[in-house]
């Protein structure tokens, strides 16, 4: 973690008034100490960080969830497929329907 934001976190820890805190670290506007609060704690691992809808997306394709579109048909992404699952282009498959679910069983 940042030094700056292991200081920000003792203080906060220590009840040090904000504009204590900032005039020690320099930071011009409670907005900014307010965020540089928040990445300190994300970097932590004290709290998660918001995704963007952007990431989630591509977190929920690695997680293999996918969804059926208007017209009927279902996009592996690259991610799920290549990164994820170590497939490569021109691999082959087959699709068949069990108890419980589908499986795609590369040829």
């Known amino acids: 973690m940042k030094e700056e934001y292991k200081k920000l976190v003792e203080m906060v820890k220590k009840n040090v008034p904000d504009k204590e805190i ?20 994300v970097e932590a691992g004290k709290i998660k960080d918001i995704l963007t809808e952007k990431e989630v997306k591509k ?29 490569k282009e021109g691999d082959k498959f087959t699709v068949s329907k069990s108890k419980v679910g589908i499986i795609l069983r590369k040829e």
Do not use: P
């Not at 907005?31 to 990445?39: G, Q, S, T």
């Open 22 to 41: 900032m005039e020690k670290l320099g930071v011009q506007s409670k907005a900014a100490l307010k965020k540089m609060y928040y990445d300190a704690l």
């Open 59 to 87: 977190k929920t394709a690695k997680e293999g969830t996918l969804r059926i579109g208007k017209r009927g048909t279902m996009t592996l992404s690259k991610a799920l497929l290549v990164d994820t699952l170590g497939f």
